[in-house]
T-cell receptor, first 111, second 115 residues
Framework: NAGVTQTPKFQVLKTGQSMTLQCAQD?????MYWYRQDPGMGLRLIYY???????DKGEVPNGYNVSRLNKREFSLRLESAAPSQTSVYFC??????????FGQGTRLTVV | AQSVTQLGSHVSVSEGALVLLRCNYS??????LFWYVQYPNQGLQLLLK??????LVKGINGFEAEFKKSETSFHLTKPSAHMSDAAEYFC?????????????FGGGTRVLVKP
């Protein structure tokens, strides 16, 4: 049972490049989330998907897009990376209102 | 909309001393509340949770938290700190299905344990 798997673990991008962060869960959870973690700011919600086929904006959606590909997978895309998007990105999933399970994170640096 | 506030971004305690991390929430619906721990360069691990029922919740590693509705608080405590408790701790809340099951985090509290 792998839980929540994120790829890649590390990435360096140049300003203006695009990339997609992948997330997959094998726990049959209905809700999935993307957060970014910055020093002193805790975890801020970028986008979430309450169920397959739905996505909604969180606190900091600008510069990002998401796709809920199926129940297992929820990807986050940066169309034109900016240095302000340098952060650690976490994917999480949960079922109903229970606790969320987190991936190990993707450390992204935009230069 | 639900919000979660952690008082104190950094806490320093001596080994063997009480650990107290404060969390307050605001919510228009009964909250589901969680405490997570994050060790360096790792993901978040659940310490404990409050959903319904008993207001004093026990978690892993000797931590516990008490839900106090009158104070809108969910403070985390551990009677005796250990060096291995040095980490960052996050309080989170999310119990509103109408809000799409959003899970909102506080800003985190970094715990330093002094020998």
């Amino acid at each position: 049972n792998a839980g929540v798997t994120q790829t890649p673990k590390f990435q360096v991008l140049k300003t203006g490049q695009s990339m997609t962060l992948q997330c997959a869960q094998d726990m049959n959870h209905n809700s999935m989330y993307w957060y970014r973690q910055d020093p002193g700011m805790g975890l801020r919600l970028i986008y979430y998907s309450a169920s397959e086929g739905t996505t909604d904006k969180g606190e900091v959606p600008n510069g990002y897009n998401v796709s809920r590909l199926n129940k297992r997978e929820f990807s986050l895309r940066l169309e034109s990376a900016a240095p302000s998007q340098t952060s650690v990105y976490f994917c999480a999933s949960r079922i109903g209102l229970t606790e969320a399970f987190f991936g190990q994170g993707t450390r992204l640096t935009v230069v | 909309a639900q919000s979660v506030t952690q008082l104190g971004s950094h806490v320093s305690v001596s080994e063997g001393a009480l650990v107290l991390l404060r969390c307050n929430y605001s919510s228009s619906v009964p909250p589901y509340l969680f405490w997570y721990v994050q060790y360096p360069n790792q993901g978040l691990q659940l310490l404990l949770k409050y959903t319904t029922g008993a207001t004093l919740v026990k978690g892993i590693n000797g931590f516990e938290a008490e839900f106090k509705k009158s104070e809108t608080s969910f403070h985390l405590t551990k009677p005796s700190a250990h060096m291995s408790d040095a980490a960052e701790y996050f309080c989170a809340g999310g119990g509103d299905k109408a809000a799409g099951n959003k899970l909102t985090f506080g800003g985190g509290t970094r715990v330093l344990v002094k020998p």
